[in-house]
């Protein structure tokens, strides 16, 4: 079974310039989500999409960034203007469905990450 | 909202030692806990996870109990192996949350030789 799939992986960019990263859920798997994880601490969530409906955006520094699910498969993150303090690893992720059910169906499984350097 | 606090931060064991990583939580609604593994530059692999309306399971070296009066979880490795050097982290979510992970701050598990 294919994984979630993220690019670009790294990327490094001056501050205020704009960045945007790609995802690509596992197959089926209606929800999707965007954590930040920055270095030496847990991932945290920015943006959640059940198909191509946001469920929850309270962590998104809106101001900068900006998130879409056109057509409930495909994302795409955008940071502008980009700060140093946005440096991080931009996880992608994606489970089958959403709240409680059968044993792993709402196993959340993740993407490699884009790795963000702000400078 | 919830939040979630792990500890230690960094352990260090002898190979085929067992190691123990400790969570909390704050919301008693709380009914989800998974562990994830994160190599380093790799993604987050979930290894185990446990439903509020169990007790403890387990995964051949792996266990997972969690104490809900207490708000509390645990993850167990036995026969710790040098590839079970990783950061760990746990998470919690609840029914209703839309299946928001709330994640702890990591424990660096390093196994010796």
């Known amino acids: 079974e294919a994984g979630v799939a993220q690019s670009p992986r790294y990327k490094i960019i001056e501050k205020r310039q704009s960045v945007a990263f790609w995802c690509n859920p596992i197959?089926?798997?209606?929800?999707l989500y965007w954590y930040q994880q920055i270095l030496g601490q847990g991932p945290k969530l920015l943006i959640q999409?059940?198909?191509?409906?946001?469920?929850?955006d309270s962590q998104l520094p809106k101001d900068r960034f900006s998130a879409e699910r056109l057509k409930g498969v495909d994302s795409t993150l955008k940071i502008q203007p980009a700060k140093l303090e946005d440096s991080a690893v931009y996880l992608c992720?994606?489970?089958?469905?959403?709240?409680?059910?059968?044993?792993?169906?709402?196993?959340?499984?993740f993407g490699e990450g884009s790795w963000l350097t702000v400078v | 909202g919830e939040n979630v606090e792990q500890h230690p931060s960094t352990l260090s064991v002898q190979e085929g030692d067992s190691a123990v990583i400790k969570c909390t939580y704050s919301d008693s609604a709380s009914n989800y806990f998974p562990w994830y593994k994160q190599e380093l530059g790799k993604r987050p692999q979930l290894i185990i996870d446990i439903r509020s309306n169990v007790g403890e399971k387990k995964d051949q070296r792996i266990a997972v109990t969690l104490n809900k009066t207490a708000k509390h979880f645990s993850l167990h490795i036995t026969e710790t192996q040098p590839e079970d050097s990783a950061v760990y982290f746990c998470a919690a979510s609840k029914t209703g949350g839309g299946n928001k992970l709330t994640f702890g701050t990591g424990t660096q598990l390093k196994v010796e030789l």
């Open positions: 999409f059940q198909n191509n409906g946001v469920v929850d």
């Open positions: 197959s089926g798997h209606a929800t």
């Open positions: 992720a994606s489970s089958l469905i959403i709240g409680p059910g059968e044993q792993g169906r709402n196993t959340i499984y």
